[in-house]
Antibody, heavy 117, light 105 residues
């Protein structure tokens, strides 16, 4: 059964870059969309963006200028870089496997990222 | 596309029927999904393509609708069903509704 695991720093300073990696285990990274979603404390879900295994990407227009998503098929990993972070980027960050219909059927457990000096 | 869920909070008792609504600002065709989220957990896919139950989801969960109006129905609430529910669409980019909190009355 496919499992996803997010990893990365739990604390990032304002104006710096948030970098997270999602490792896909017990399954292939091929043929799916790989998503990043975040959830600020006490709030709802916000889609950040996704990458198809071939490398094409799409992202939330509100974050597009700051977001880079990449994939490393040799390592079965995909990554998120979010630049120029502020306190508003403090959230639980989830990675998830997706389909062309948009549905996301396998999720990581989430990792908490706090932006603070 | 903006998804608006109603009600924001729904208070019901175990055994009752729950009806949750999701309205889109423009047509999303049939590409709508529903998720359940419990505190401290990742969302779980319940329904995809508006009416298809995901693997392992009990039959008491059902989805309906197309275009701009969608409904998630839980036929008879179990104690473990009290959670927050989100709808999601994938038009030009993916958006989620703001969520409906289903609480025990």
């Amino acid at each position: 059964q496919v499992q996803l695991q997010e990893s990365g720093p739990g604390l990032v300073k304002p104006s710096e870059t948030l970098s997270l990696t999602c490792t896909v285990s017990s399954g292939s990274i091929s043929s799916y969309y790989w998503n990043w979603i975040r959830q600020p404390p006490g709030e709802g879900l916000e889609w950040i963006g996704h990458i198809f295994y071939s490398g094409s990407t799409n992202s939330n227009p509100s974050l597009k200028s700051r977001v880079t998503i990449s994939v490393d098929t040799s390592k079965n990993q995909f990554s998120l870089n979010l630049t120029s972070v502020t306190a508003a980027d403090t959230a639980v960050y989830f990675c998830a496997r997706g389909y062309s219909s948009g549905m996301m059927d396998v999720w990581g457990q989430g990792t908490t990222v706090t932006v603070s000096s | 596309i903006v998804l608006t869920q109603s009600p924001a909070t729904l208070s019901l008792s175990p055994g009752e029927r729950a009806t949750l609504s999701c309205r889109a600002s423009q047509s999303v065709g049939g590409y709508l999904a529903w998720y359940q989220q419990k505190p401290g957990q990742a969302p779980r896919l319940l329904i995809y393509d508006a009416s298809n139950r995901a693997t392992g989801i009990p039959a008491r969960f059902s989805g309906s609708g197309s275009g701009t109006d969608f409904t998630l129905t839980i036929s008879s609430l179990e104690p473990e069903d009290f959670a927050v529910y989100y709808c999601q669409q994938r038009s030009n980019w993916i958006t989620f509704g703001q969520g409906t909190r289903l609480e025990i009355k």
